[in-house]
């Protein structure tokens, strides 16, 4: 679930947007151990708003990410089923507590799986894009296509977005 303050920089972001501009949600994730020797999972929810003027054209985006830690509960790190559900549980969090200003738009959610059944997420390919369409009733990418999740969420949880800004 999204803190408080990112939904509402999220909202106000959007009524300074037209209409025309698209959402993307997608969630990634990262195993590691804590100090008592289980494994968690940092989650990083981005919500990328691709800014597109009256005129079709597109003015750049912007991306808010939200990140938190949890149990891993997965048995074979190789087959991570609990976390690629759990990564398709938070980006249908994320749309539903900024449904009212998604609306009108066009939204897609990416989910970081992989199609191909050599990749160990490709284990939660059907489960994860069937729940994500039946609760959000909107367009599910995956892996390649899936960059909200892919690229966006994954250099959130990989701790890019904290590095300082150059001169």
Known sequence: MLRKEVVAEVQEH????SEESRVYIGCDSSRHKDANGDWMANYTTAIVV????????????????????LRDYDQKHDRPMMRMMQE?????????QLEDELILREVEVHLDVNGD??????????????????????????????FAASYAADHGVRGKFNRP???
């Open 88 to 96: 398709a549980y938070h980006a249908v969090e994320a749309y539903q």
């Open 50 to 69: 691709h800014n597109i003027d009256e005129n079709g054209i597109g003015r750049g985006a912007r991306v808010f990410c939200d990140s938190h830690t």
């Open 14 to 17: 959007l009524l300074n947007v």
């Open 117 to 146: 059944p050599k990749h160990g997420s490709n284990c939660a390919m059907k489960a994860t894009m069937g729940y994500v369409r039946g609760v959000t009733g909107r367009d599910v990418l995956i892996k390649p296509y899936a």
């Open 165 to 167: 800004r150059l001169s």
